[in-house]
């Protein structure tokens, strides 16, 4: 059977590169009757010249494939695809899904992951996995996706810092912590109630309180037995008769003498004085009584939510917002790939996460193949070493060593003190603990965002297990948390991962008579 094609016509984007081609007619209408094959070629060879004029008009930003959100999902899709040369893009994401390195971030001790028979932090995983996929030429930026059009091809990605393009792209944004919704939960958040015990329970309003964690899996008795290390006592609240944690996790939570497990327990509210939380109203879920507990802290382990707003309206969805998947990782949309807890309704591992990364970066490469898209990339030779975050100049002073006011980073009190008291400039200070792995990932990323007001600005590194008084008298009640200051007053209290606009918005604001002068 015979093609026949009548007046057909490149695209007008598409002249500028037809004198490059040899296929290319120098009319732009022909009536010819070609042979089925022939026919084959000639829009094969017509996708290649429309993947060239995309090239040619945004070569800096296209890219054979884009991973949106970090983790176990998403450093695994990097890693598969950069030694794949596919030079992948990762926008790791900060208030989308909590920080770059999703859920691990938040997680004291990894136990299960295979390679580490002593277990590793999750903090720790996560910077392994990412120094990994940085080896093999993945492209990490720590942006939040702000909007993503699947109707295009190749698809837009834009972000806060521009816009890219990509021929393949594998959604890996997790999913966050669910909240209870009782009544008086906005409240007291932040302020007594948690999602994360590792971020916020060094906190010193915790410390040698007694605390509740509700849930019966294993975030929930993860948080509990971490909350012993600070607290008087830790009240577990299970719904259930029983929990659904594994059982080295039961064993280690049911064992310990400073945790109480409470089955058949629903919270149905929260109380206090002002902002401070001091009890909680329980149900029993078999006889309906009520009952008071006297916590000062109250942290959710009661499971997570997908992330899927970004696609919502163009990937199909369930009921519960989890991406439909076929063959393992394939989405509605054809060059589409979801990975991790976005689609996994069941498992919700972190080897069951890095597993999906790998498929989806391997389906991406097939997918880019067989429909001639990919765009050639060649590494010399996978870097030996690291490129480290720069080191940390924050001055640490003292009494017995007064500090630079010139300088631009400093740590602890008495710096801060002494700043406040002296230094004109606006002062920013960074709240932290050891074991907070969003102040880990935060803190290069903003000191980037800070580098922006060089000689404007000090910032000022505090350690809340160092310093408590000093976060206590701030009112800070979790980590990470900013506070700026402007001619000795307050005037940004930023507790928890924002995004980075808002960051530099607030800096913006506080600098803004600085800037003029």
Request: proline share 4%.
């Amino acid at each position: 059977m015979a093609f026949q094609c009548t007046c057909w016509a490149l695209h007008p984007r598409a002249l500028p590169a037809l004198g490059k081609h040899p296929w290319a007619s120098s009319s732009l209408r022909c009536s010819l009757h070609l042979k089925r094959s022939e026919a084959r070629h000639l829009r094969r060879n017509y996708r290649r010249l429309c993947r060239i004029v995309n090239e040619q008009q945004s070569s800096s930003e296209l890219y054979n494939l884009a991973v949106i959100g970090s983790g176990p999902a998403g450093y695994t899709a990097a890693i598969y695809a950069g030694r794949a040369n596919l030079k992948p893009v990762v926008f790791e994401g900060y208030s989308a899904g909590g920080s770059q390195g999703g859920q691990l971030m938040t997680t004291t001790e990894v136990f299960n992951f295979p390679g580490f028979p002593e277990g590793i932090t999750g903090p720790d995983l996560m910077d392994r996995m990412r120094a990994q996929a940085d080896r093999w030429g993945a492209e990490l930026f720590p942006d939040d996706v702000e909007l993503l059009d699947l109707q295009q091809r190749p698809f837009l990605i834009r972000t806060s810092e521009g816009e890219y393009r990509a021929h393949s792209v594998i959604i890996a944004t997790g999913a966050t912590a669910k909240r209870l919704g009782i009544p008086k939960e906005d409240h007291y958040w932040a302020n007594g109630i948690s999602a994360c015990a590792i971020c916020d329970g060094g906190s010193p309003i915790f410390k040698n309180q007694e605390l509740a964690v509700v849930g019966g899996g294993d975030t929930a008795c993860e948080e509990a037995v971490y909350l012993t290390k600070y607290a008087k006592h830790v009240h577990l609240l299970v719904r259930g008769d029983k929990l659904r944690a594994s059982g080295a996790m039961q064993d280690r939570t049911l064992s310990h003498d400073r945790i109480t497990v409470r089955f058949h327990r629903s919270v149905k509210d929260a109380t206090g004085k002002d902002k401070a939380l001091e009890g909680l109203q329980l149900e029993n879920t078999e006889t309906g009584e009520r009952e008071d507990l006297a916590v000062r802290g109250l942290f959710y382990g009661i499971g997570h939510q997908p992330n899927s707003s970004l696609v919502e309206g163009q990937l199909e969805l369930d009921d519960k917002g989890y991406v439909k998947v076929h063959d393992s990782v394939c989405t509605s949309v054809e060059g589409v790939y979801a990975a991790g807890d976005l689609f996994d309704t069941e498992w919700r591992q972190a080897v069951t996460a890095a597993g999906s990364g790998c498929m989806a970066a391997l389906s991406a490469e097939r997918y880019l193949s067989l429909n001639d898209l990919l765009i050639e990339h060649h590494q010399q030779e996978a870097k030996a070493e690291q490129e480290k975050e720069p080191a940390d100049s924050a001055q640490q002073a003292s009494p017995g060593n007064d500090i630079d006011l010139f300088a631009d980073r400093h740590a602890g009190q008495y710096a801060l003190r002494k700043l406040y008291h002296a230094s004109p400039r606006t002062m920013v200070v960074f709240y932290s603990s050891p074991t907070c792995g969003p102040c880990r990932s935060l803190k290069p990323v903003f000191g980037r965002i800070l580098d922006e007001f060089s000689g404007k600005m000090h910032l000022v590194d505090i350690d809340i297990e160092q310093d408590p008084e000093i976060a206590e008298a701030a009112g800070v009640n979790g980590t990470p948390t900013i506070q700026i200051f402007k001619n000795k007053e307050r005037i940004h209290h930023l507790p928890g991962v924002r995004m980075k606009s808002e960051y530099r918005s607030s800096l913006l604001t506080a600098s803004a008579d600085d800037i003029n002068q």
